[in-house]
C-alpha cells in the first residue's frame, strides 16, 4: 500500500500500488497548479484508491472541461483526482512515500515546457498528450515580456505580479516539505528582494499555510483555484516566487540541487547543476 498527503496533513490517501503509468507533465496549467518546472503523476484503478481523511479539505478547481484540479483548502498542496467514469485515480507523485515500483515513462506537453527548465533525461518527449490520451492541450493566454522585468500569475488569474532587475538565486529543492508542498518531484524557486516586487492584482486572494515546527517554511496559494503563488517574507526581507507560476522568462536560471539526500527515489537528477545533499552554503 502507497501513502501520501498534503503538505499539512489534513489531507491523507493510500493506493493499491498497481499504477498503470507516470507522466511527467510539463503545460502551463500543471506548472501553475504546482508552482514546480513540471508534475509528475501516476495513475492507479480507482477501486485501489481511497481517502484516508480530509476528502471534505479538498478544494475543486475546474481548469478545463475535461479536468479537475484537486488541491488541500488548508496549505495549497495538490492532491489527487478521482476520475469515476474512466474508473481511475490520478495520484501527484512527489508526496508519495516508498517504492512506487513505477518510474517516469515520458515527458507530456513539452510544447509549453518552462523555458528556464532544460530536459536532459532520455525518456520519450511528446509535444502535447500521447495519442492513447486522446485529450488535446488548450490554448492558454500570453503575458507580453518587458526588459528588467519578471512576471506571474496564479492558474486562475486572480492573482498577478511582477519583479524587476535581477533575481538573488534560483534554485531546486528536494526535501520532504517541497514535494509534498508542490506535489511535484522539486520545488523550484527563484528569490528575490522585497523591494524588487509588487502585487498587480489579487493579493486578497492569497492564503497561507505556515509549517508549525519551522522557522520560515510557509506556503502561499490562491483561494480559488489552489495554484502556488509568491510567499513575501517580510522578516527577511525577501520574496520566494514558486517558479512554475512564471509568464515570463527569469534572466536567471537555476543554479543547483539540494537537499538531494530527500530526492524522491523515483527521479532521477541527470543536470550538471551542483548538488547539495542537505542545506547549501549561500550563493556568492
Known amino acids: 500500500m502507497v501513502r501520501g498527503s498534503c503538505f499539512c496533513g489534513a489531507v491523507q490517501y493510500q493506493a493499491d500500488g498497481s499504477f498503470s503509468s507516470m507522466m511527467s507533465c510539463h503545460c502551463s496549467m500543471c506548472r501553475k497548479h504546482h508552482g514546480s518546472a513540471f508534475a509528475t503523476y501516476v495513475s492507479t484503478p480507482l477501486e485501489g484508491f481511497r481517502w484516508v481523511c480530509g476528502e471534505d479539505a479538498v478544494l475543486k478547481y475546474q481548469s478545463s472541461p475535461h479536468w479537475v484540479r484537486n488541491s488541500c483548502s488548508v496549505c495549497g498542496s495538490t492532491v489527487p483526482t478521482t476520475l469515476p467514469a ?53 490554448p492558454r493566454p500570453t503575458v507580453d515580456a518587458r526588459a528588467g522585468v519578471t512576471a506571474g500569475s496564479c492558474l486562475c488569474g486572480a492573482i498577478a505580479y511582477e519583479a524587476t532587475g535581477e533575481p538573488l538565486f534560483m534554485q531546486h529543492c528536494h526535501c520532504l516539505r517541497c514535494r509534498r508542498a508542490r506535489g511535484a518531484a522539486l520545488g523550484s524557486n527563484l528569490f528575490y528582494k522585497e523591494t524588487q516586487f509588487r502585487w498587480l492584482r489579487g493579493s486578497e486572494q492569497i492564503r497561507e499555510h505556515k509549517l508549525p515546527e519551522a522557522k520560515f517554511y510557509t506556503t502561499a496559494f490562491c483561494r480559488q483555484c489552489g495554484g502556488a503563488a509568491p510567499r513575501v517574507s517580510s522578516d527577511r526581507g525577501i520574496v520566494v516566487i514558486p517558479a512554475g507560476t512564471l509568464d515570463t522568462d527569469p534572466p536567471i536560471r537555476p543554479q543547483r540541487h539540494i537537499f538531494t539526500n530527500y530526492r524522491a527515489p523515483w527521479f532521477q537528477i541527470t543536470d550538471s547543476l551542483p548538488q547539495f545533499s542537505e542545506a547549501p552554503p549561500p550563493l556568492a
Open 86 to 138: 474512466h474508473a481511475v485515480a490520478v495520484l501527484p507523485a512527489g508526496p508519495l512515500e516508498g517504492d512506487l515500483g513505477i518510474k517516469p515513462q515520458a515527458h507530456i506537453f513539452v510544447g509549453s515546457k518552462a523555458p528556464w527548465y532544460t530536459i536532459t533525461d532520455d525518456l520519450p518527449q511528446h509535444q502535447e498528450n500521447p495519442p492513447e490520451f486522446a485529450l488535446p492541450g488548450l
